[in-house]
Nanobody
Framework: QVQLAESGGGLVQAGGSLRLSCAAS????????MAWFRQAPGKEREFVAG????????NYANSVQGRFTISRDNAKNTVYLQMNSLKPEDTAVYYC?????????????????WGQGTQVTVSS
């Protein structure tokens, strides 16, 4: 069965950094574009960052541009999200998604598989 396992969430002070990991199994990792979404209480799931199959193309939400970096290591079947200069408004559950089609869409419905999520809390 396909599994996406997020890790690395936690509590961090504003201005701090955190690195999330998503380890994929049960799929041919190089055939899937990957993305990070987040969901805060009372809000819709929001696109954060995406990366194509080879890692040569990335997209970022305006709210995280310049602060977050998505990357992937296809030899390790893992996608990462390096989060710097964290703000309280970054607080959310962060989810890893996989997409078996070309493109990096920002709609959550475009992704085929999801991890269970990892909580990120940024204090003031």
């Amino acid at each position: 069965q396909v599994q996406l396992a997020e890790s690395g969430g936690g509590l961090v002070q504003a201005g701090g950094s955190l690195r999330l990991s998503c380890a994929a199994s049960g799929l041919i990792f190089t055939n899937y574009g990957m993305a990070w979404f987040r969901q805060a209480p009372g809000k819709e799931r929001e696109f954060v960052a995406g990366i194509n199959r080879s890692g040569g193309s990335t997209n970022y939400a305006n709210s995280v541009q310049g602060r977050f970096t998505i990357s992937r290591d296809n030899a390790k079947n893992t996608v990462y999200l390096q989060m710097n200069s964290l703000k309280p408004e970054d607080t959310a559950v962060y989810y890893c998604g996989a997409r078996g089609s070309i493109g990096i869409p920002t709609r959550s419905a475009s992704y085929n598989y999801w991890g269970q999520g990892t909580q990120v809390t940024v204090s003031s």
